[in-house]
């Protein structure tokens, strides 16, 4: 290992390709682009022959390239000594230090002592390798992913409903063919502006497009209808269209009796859902859910989409099925240009959540808690099943078990920024800083890695190879377009290099992505992510394959339910949901309801998009949208300083008049830490099946924010 004296690099003396076909960082829809010219002066371009985005790219994917030479690029490990500030170290000295912190943590408090916090953003090698790494090298209980705070609800909903958990199950192509769209919680024209060629084709078709948000955001002002909706009622929704469907004979009645089982229980739980009743739980109007149930019960084509709206409540699992009940007793599911869809976020997102960086699985979407999972997975790795751990901690039960007798003592953070992206994240932040030892692996120096004992400098996107997939099951390759500066190591070298300092390495004798794939696909061969037919050579020919793909041989599966679903019984399962509250209900004290999400210019966390100077021009700061009506009653005038509280904390936000928001709901962004980051103010009030936070539904107030 060489002396790390210096952060500075000559990038124009390394070889360069001159162009490179590879996809954007950032998210589900992983469009393809070609990065042209030297690594200082680099450009990118659509690439039109990749059939999701078919050139387009939104801001953020044209200037993804300006992170690669950030001045503020982690060049070099980082690690604090005592209460002193983080200084450069050597690789050796780095890696050392966690490997003596995690053994000496293992002997004093036991291995699930140790925890690992995965992405969302990470590779299918990296992902796989993380989950291998906590149960094979730490053997550790505790592994888990921001994931969890993402695709959690909707993956246990379509596992109960269908048996298995894929994004969409079809190509976004079929979008433009369906006559009518429920598409609920997701402002798509802001957040994947390149998926709104598909909605935008289907409405020149003649399609309608439903819209389900309590703003009339951008994508719902180019809708149908747009139903506005009292935050924390989308169960009652639900049924209230589907008590209106069943009313008026619009359901498929041959499709329920031959495809699935349990209607009758869910026909009589809608029955109570009559549309005045409706009215008073969700503030949608009854000619709305009438104009909304007739264009899905008359439509030829139908789709229901659903997002984060639904999904990220502590009754997200239960929401989601209850709009999959809609999309079967409409006998959708597995229908041409038909269907239930969930919008994955995160790049990664759906592999990501796969192949076992999550506390309850292990590769190929298998269950930990299958002795033949284990049994399989032990073969692969060379241990015995007894051997892998059982079901560890959810992601922010994890973090509250930081520094706790019982809990995580010394934690592994890679790809991810917990103390922005957490539920309640002033109470994660006390808990990190009470951890014995934290180390995190990032390329810029994120919040949460200013916390860190230890800071590992990681390549970024361009830098490595590695599989990717789309939320349409499509995985894709991510191409190298330049190798990472002199002293940084991708994740699957810190990986490898770590377990050998553990006395693991004889299991991780990887020298490339290339080689973790082939081992993925091993791993993942029969289960339900089988992934055992797709090569890197495949996905080159076919510009991504569809799992499952279960030989060579294999095309892929671009469409699934056609004929049988991954059940038991074959046929899919309806489940009877009622409303309930959200965990914190509006009162006197706090009287508003604060929702979260997404803007055009920036991206989840924003460690990357916050350090892109044309994505700071049009997003500098978190707002607060708030209705003008609402403001004048709190004495708030357009572009005040204003003071959100909540009973975890306060955040400062400039306010910022939205006609198209109801009166009684407050949205802000969450791409901001420090004081301007709203997740200070979001309820970690869990879903009891999939552990999703409560993000989109809590109590607030507001008020002129005052200077100290």
């Not at 390239?65 to 604090?80: D, M, V």
């Not at 991780?508 to 080689?515: H, L, N, P, T, V």
């Not at 009287?591 to 803007?599: A, E, I, K, M």
């Not at 209705?627 to 004048?632: D, G, V």
Request: with cysteine; aromatic share 8%.
């Amino acid at each position: 290992m060489e002396n790390e004296d210096s952060q500075e690099i000559n990038y124009s003396s390394i070889p360069q390709p001159t162009e490179t076909a590879t996809h954007c960082p950032y998210c589900a829809l992983q469009c393809g682009m070609l990065l042209t010219g030297l690594r200082n002066s680099v450009a990118v371009l659509g690439n039109g022959s990749f059939p999701v985005n078919k050139g387009a790219l939104c801001i953020k994917g044209w200037t993804s390239a300006a992170t690669l030479n950030h001045p503020e690029r982690l060049l070099a490990p980082l690690a604090r000594h005592g209460e002193g500030q983080l200084e450069t170290v050597t690789w050796d000295e780095a890696m050392d230090r966690i490997a003596r912190a995690f053994t000496e943590t293992k002997a004093r408090f036991g291995a699930d002592a140790v925890g690992v916090f995965g992405g969302g953003s990470l590779t299918n090698e990296k992902a796989y390798l993380l989950g291998k790494f906590a149960r094979v090298a730490l053997r550790t209980a505790n592994v888990d992913y921001n994931g969890r705070y993402c695709m959690s609800s909707a993956a246990a909903a379509a596992n109960k409903a269908f048996g298995i958990d894929r994004g969409l199950p079809f190509p976004l192509e079929d979008i433009s063919h369906a006559e009518a769209i429920l598409l609920v919680g997701s402002n798509l024209a802001e957040t994947m502006p390149p998926i709104m060629q598909y909605l935008q084709a289907q409405r020149a078709n003649g399609g309608h497009l439903i819209v389900v948000d309590p703003r009339r955001s951008l994508t719902a002002q180019a809708a149908s209808v747009h139903m506005g909706l009292t935050p924390g009622s989308d169960a009652a929704l639900a049924n209230g269209l589907l008590h209106i469907l069943v009313r008026d004979r619009l359901i498929d009645e041959g499709y329920i009796r031959e495809r699935t089982v349990g209607f009758e229980r869910v026909r009589g739980v809608a029955a109570t859902y009559w549309p005045e009743r409706v009215e008073r739980l969700t503030g949608i109007s009854e000619s709305q859910l009438l104009s909304a149930a007739r264009m899905l019960g008359t439509a030829k084509t139908a789709m229901v989409f659903t997002a984060r709206g639904p999904e990220q409540q502590s009754q997200g699992v239960n929401n989601t099925l209850a709009y999959i009940n809609i999309a079967l007793a409409l006998g959708l599911v597995g229908k041409p240009y038909c269907g239930y869809g969930c919008i994955t976020g995160q790049g990664n997102g759906q592999g990501g959540r796969e192949h076992g960086q999550k506390a309850d699985q292990l590769p190929g979407y298998r269950r930990i808690d299958d002795p033949s999972a284990r049994q399989h997975i032990a073969q692969v790795w060379g241990i015995s099943p007894e051997e892998i751990p059982g079901s560890g901690k959810s992601a922010y039960e994890m973090l509250d078990s930081c520094g706790r007798d019982g809990g995580v003592r010394a934690l592994l953070v890679m790809g991810s920024n917990v103390v922005v992206s957490s539920p309640n994240v002033l109470h994660v932040e006390e808990r990190l800083k009470t951890l014995d030892f934290l180390v995190v692996a990032d390329f810029f120096p994120s919040e949460t890695a200013l916390l860190a004992d230890v800071v590992l400098p990681t390549a970024q996107w361009a830098e490595e190879e590695g599989t990717m997939t789309n939320l349409e099951g499509r995985v894709i390759l991510r191409r190298r377009a330049f190798d990472p500066p002199p002293k940084v190591r991708t994740d699957i070298q810190v990986l490898c290099d770590l377990a050998a300092r553990l006395g693991k390495g004889q299991h991780f004798e990887f020298d490339s992505a290339r080689e973790v794939f082939e081992e993925l696909r091993r791993a993942s061969a029969g289960g339900i992510a089988d992934y055992s037919g797709i090569t890197y050579e495949k996905i080159e020919a076919h510009n991504g394959v569809f799992w499952p793909c279960p030989s060579e041989e294999h095309t892929g599966s671009p469409r699934l339910f056609t004929d049988v679903f991954p059940t038991p019984s074959g046929r899919a399962q309806f489940h009877p949901i009622r409303h309930e509250p959200p965990a914190e209900e509006i009162d006197a004290e706090y009287p508003l309801f604060l929702t979260t999400g997404r803007v055009l210019a920036q991206y989840q966390s924003g460690v990357q998009t916050r350090r892109v100077a044309e994505l700071v021009n049009l997003s500098k700061e978190a707002v607060a949208e708030i209705h003008p009506t609402t403001a004048r009653h709190n004495s708030i005038s357009d572009g005040d300083q204003v003071t959100l509280s909540t009973r975890r904390g306060a955040a400062v936000f400039t306010a910022r008049f939205t006609p198209g928001i109801r009166q009684d709901t407050i949205f802000v962004p969450f791409h901001w830490g420090g004081v301007q980051a709203v997740n200070r103010l979001t309820n970690p009030a869990l879903d009891p099946t999939s552990r999703m936070p409560e993000f989109k539904v809590c109590a607030v107030r507001i008020e002129r924010h005052q200077e100290d």
